[in-house]
Nanobody
């Protein structure tokens, strides 16, 4: 499984961005996908996830009401729509996918495939 993110960039506070993550390879065993971010000098933190079987979504409290995760199965693309961006949202954003079961959606160990990241800067 390969994950390639795009869509990052620089935006003013209050603005919007949409991140994309194209999935390729053997995807039939995937059960969950998510977005994480890493602020400078900090650990990865879960932003949002989506269950690939039921479509259920999860969001971190700090993005609820502002970010939306979605999946276009036909295009094999995961999205993260980010509205009302704040300077504290500045981070490297990573797409992740999992064939594993168990554990919190926000735990790094829940996922076994990762993209290379895309930088989001809010000023």
């Amino acid at each position: 499984v390969q994950l390639v993110e795009s869509g990052g960039g620089s935006v003013q506070a209050g603005g919007s961005l949409t991140l994309s993550c194209v999935v390729s390879g053997s995807t039939t065993s995937l059960n969950c996908m998510g977005w994480f971010r890493q602020l400078t000098g900090k650990e990865h933190e879960g932003v949002a996830s989506i269950d690939l079987f039921h479509g259920a979504t999860n969001y971190a409290d700090f993005v609820k009401g502002r970010f939306t995760i979605s999946l276009d199965s036909a295009k094999k693309t995961l999205y993260l729509r980010m509205n009302s961006l704040k300077p504290e949202d500045t981070a490297m954003y990573y797409c992740a996918a999992s064939t594993r079961f168990g554990g919190s959606w926000a735990q790094v160990s829940r996922y076994n495939y990762w993209g290379q990241g895309t930088q989001v800067t809010v000023s």
